[in-house]
């Protein structure tokens, strides 16, 4: 029995990708091979890698001057690719200066990495609070390299509503966990990334989406394999690429792409989380810690109310485990913030998240 699967990452594909992939497992478009046993440089491969860096394209909107990469490493290698290609100097020159909004504990990694090869200015934090909202940031300054910020926060549940104005200053963005989950203009960036895992596919590939002019930066001593201008110039063939990971991404384009693409994906995901936020906020058990201008149509994170932490701890302990008996899994907040989070990617159907608040709703009334 499939489960509604809640997790953050890695986290549900859709189940018609699944189906294909495990129908294709040994021969692929008639190969006679496994897309994990081809040659990366094959004829066999390339209309694979081609065909998925296309429907990225279309359903992302993506304009002709900028590159697209598929690389491995996680997003958190780019916490170091970022600032070393934007902003690396060599060696004896002075440090360059980069922008960092910090919204979270990914957006902290982020800056804390930068602060290794620039001198990062906060622009804007909301660590006050327990990053429970997005700060109104600072303009950047014009010698700026570039202005990073976290479009979705994976973990407390915040994402931009707006973006900040940078102006000349290209605007670098962590898109990991809400990449196509509702349309995003790509001109307003320089540099967008995203670990598959979320919302895309599985872990093992990172999304780069760099505007060309961006390219060439980096300073002479970057490792070879840390250099964008080394992976656009080799179309992501410097060396072997994460294959499988690149074809399952393509089919879970496809399938979205079925669906009506990114439109259609921001119309059902504003749905599903009006759903769970609009019960958060009638809820006498729950409620959400986020501000309502913040709130992630991603990841809804949700606390018990009760106020003695003791009871508060097992009353919630006890929701994700009763909760994983009628299959609904991986509700447990990050370890590092506790409580509940249900991560309603694009891959999660709207009933996951009815079948969940019926749950809700059964066991605040036991509770009584
Ligand atoms: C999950 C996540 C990361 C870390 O991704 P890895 O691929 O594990 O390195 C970074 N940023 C955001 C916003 C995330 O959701």
Same mark, same amino acid.
């Given at each position: 029995?499939? =489960? ?22 040994? /021969?692929?478009?008639? *190969? ?15 209309? @694979? ?18 590159? =697209?990469?598929?690389?491995? &490493?996680?997003?958190? +290698? ?23 909004? %910090? *919204? ?45 910020? *976290?479009?979705?926060? *994976?973990?407390?549940? !915040? ?6 104005? !940078? ?11 809400? @990449? ?7 001109? $307003? ?18 999304? =780069?989406?760099?505007? %060309? ?40 384009? #496809?399938?979205?792409?079925? +669906?009506?693409?990114? /439109? ?17 906020? &009638? ?6 810690? =986020? ?9 809804? !994170? ?14 919630? !302990? $006890? ?7 009628? &299959? ?22 709207? %009933? &996951? ?10 066991? #605040?009334?036991? #509770?009584?």
């Amino acid at each position: 029995m499939r =489960v509604y699967n809640f997790a953050s990452g890695p986290s549900a594909l859709p189940l018609p990708v699944l189906e294909r992939a495990a129908a294709e497992m040994t /021969d692929v478009n008639g *190969t006679g091979q496994s897309v994990m046993e081809m040659s990366h440089r094959s004829k066999d491969f390339k209309p @694979i890698i081609e065909k998925t860096e296309a429907l990225l394209r279309e359903l992302m909107g993506i304009p002709p001057n900028y590159k =697209v990469l598929f690389l491995q &490493g996680g997003a958190s +290698l780019q916490f170091s690719m970022v600032p070393l290609n934007l902003a690396g100097v060599e060696p004896g020159s002075p440090k360059k200066k980069a922008a960092y909004v %910090e *919204t979270g504990i990914f957006a902290k990694k982020a800056a804390e990495e930068a602060s290794k090869y620039a001198e990062v200015h906060t622009r804007g934090s909301s660590k006050d609070k327990a990053y429970t909202y997005i700060p109104a940031p600072l303009p950047p300054e014009a010698d700026d390299a570039y202005y990073h910020i *976290t479009v979705n926060n *994976t973990i407390v549940g !915040t994402r931009w509503a707006a973006l900040p104005e !940078t102006g000349s200053v290209p605007l670098a963005a962590d898109i990991s966990s809400c @990449i196509l989950s509702e349309p995003l203009d790509v001109s $307003r960036f320089g540099l967008l990334y995203a670990g598959a895992q979320k919302n895309l596919g599985p872990a093992g590939t990172t999304v =780069v989406i760099i505007r %060309e002019d961006l390219l060439g930066k980096a300073p002479s001593w970057t490792p070879t394999m840390l250099r964008y201008d080394i992976h656009a110039g080799e179309a992501s063939m410097y060396n072997t690429p994460p294959c499988y990971g690149i074809y399952i991404i393509g089919l879970v384009l #496809e399938w979205l792409k079925e +669906l009506g693409g990114a /439109d259609a994906m921001g119309k059902l995901n504003r749905e599903k989380a009006d759903l769970l936020y609009a019960y958060l906020g &009638g809820s006498k058990l729950f409620r959400s810690p =986020v501000e309502k201008s913040s709130r992630s149509i991603m990841n809804v !994170t949700f606390v018990s109310t009760e106020a003695d932490p003791d009871k508060r701890k097992e009353k919630e !302990t $006890r929701f994700v485990k009763e909760a994983a008996a009628q &299959g609904l899994v991986n509700l447990a907040g990050h370890r590092l913030v506790g409580g509940m989070r249900a991560s309603i990617y694009n891959a999660t159907p709207i %009933e &996951g998240v009815k079948a969940l608040i019926k749950f809700m709703e059964k066991f #605040e009334k036991n #509770e009584k």
